[in-house]
């Protein structure tokens, strides 16, 4: 089941819009959810009473209008709507649980995104262990091609294979892109033959990428290896794509930590869809 909130802006109608998509790519269920946190509303002396039940009603508004926008875009997709009471991060990382994956606009009204990386999109991709998508609100043309990121590290290996499925579902291109800074970026005077590094380079995205090629036969690969700062050339490659993966396997007790500096960056910046897949 794919999941998709909404706030009613017009980042969470564009969500809508790609999670209705995909969930018919996939053939998956779409299942539209709206949170409603009474909370702030309940403090005090005299709490308001009204408030929280208008909150309600607008919910539900909220719901009706992007069921009625997945049906229109793709009928054939079996939809369900939910209306949680709830902090909006929260809410979501329990929905996770059920989720094929979570997608999210990427600014909303202050209920499931309030900002291209704010404290719920923080919270949700650096918590749920599955895809959570970032979806832009501006609409782009198809451009054929998914941009994904990898390391030197096998914590990589599941943003990979979500990547050359989307690849393969979409009909498109995969760029395996791997940026690497030279040594002389950090230490001068260090002795080191570039070619070597360049071949060095160049084989841990064929280690990465063999077993899943047996596997997609049919998705035509990009082999991307650049000497560069990784969040400027995910985002750079994000330009001519219709979705952008990375991985993302830092430590933490807190959010942020757990999202990783370049899945942060590429948050921050891209210019196409992000899907961030935790290790």
């Known amino acids: 089941m794919i999941i998709v909130g909404v706030d009613g802006s017009t980042t969470a109608r564009a969500a809508v819009e790609w999670a209705v998509n ?9 299942r539209i959810v709206h949170a409603v946190d009474r909370s702030p509303y309940q403090i005090g002396k005299f709490p308001d009473a009204a408030l929280p039940d208008t909150l309600l009603r607008e919910g539900q508004r909220i719901l009706r209008e992007a069921l009625a926008l997945a049906h229109e875009r793709q009928p054939d997709v079996e939809v369900t709507t939910r209306d949680i009471e709830g902090a909006p991060a929260e809410v979501l990382r329990e929905q996770a649980k059920e989720a094929t994956e979570i997608v999210l606009g990427s ?13 719920v999109s923080t919270h949700v991709a650096g ?6 998508v970032v979806v832009r609100g501006d609409h782009q043309p198809v451009r054929g091609e998914v941009v994904v990121g990898v390391d030197d590290s096998p914590e990589c290996e599941p943003a990979l294979a979500y990547a050359f499925r989307q690849a393969q579902l979409r009909g498109a291109v995969l760029r395996v892109v791997h940026a690497w800074q030279p040594v002389h970026a950090f230490a001068s005077g ?21 077993t899943f090629k047996k596997h997609y036969p049919q998705v035509t690969v990009v082999e991307d290896v650049q000497p560069a700062q990784p969040v400027e050339a995910l985002t750079d490659a994000s330009a001519r794509a219709d979705l952008l993966v990375v991985g ?7 959010g942020a930590l757990l999202l990783g500096s370049v899945s942060r960056g590429v948050l921050h910046h891209a210019r196409c869809p992000v899907a961030v897949v935790r290790a």
Do not use: K, N, T
């Open 22 to 30: 995909d969930a018919l790519r996939m053939g998956e269920p779409l």
């Open 248 to 254: 993302s396997h830092g430590h933490g007790a807190a």
């Open 190 to 210: 260090v002795p080191y033959d570039m070619d070597e590094v360049r071949i060095a380079q160049h084989q841990v995205v064929r280690d990465r990428v063999g």
């Open 127 to 132: 918590h749920v262990h599955g895809p959570v």
């Open 107 to 119: 600014r909303g009204l202050g209920g499931f995104a309030g900002a291209l990386l704010g404290s």
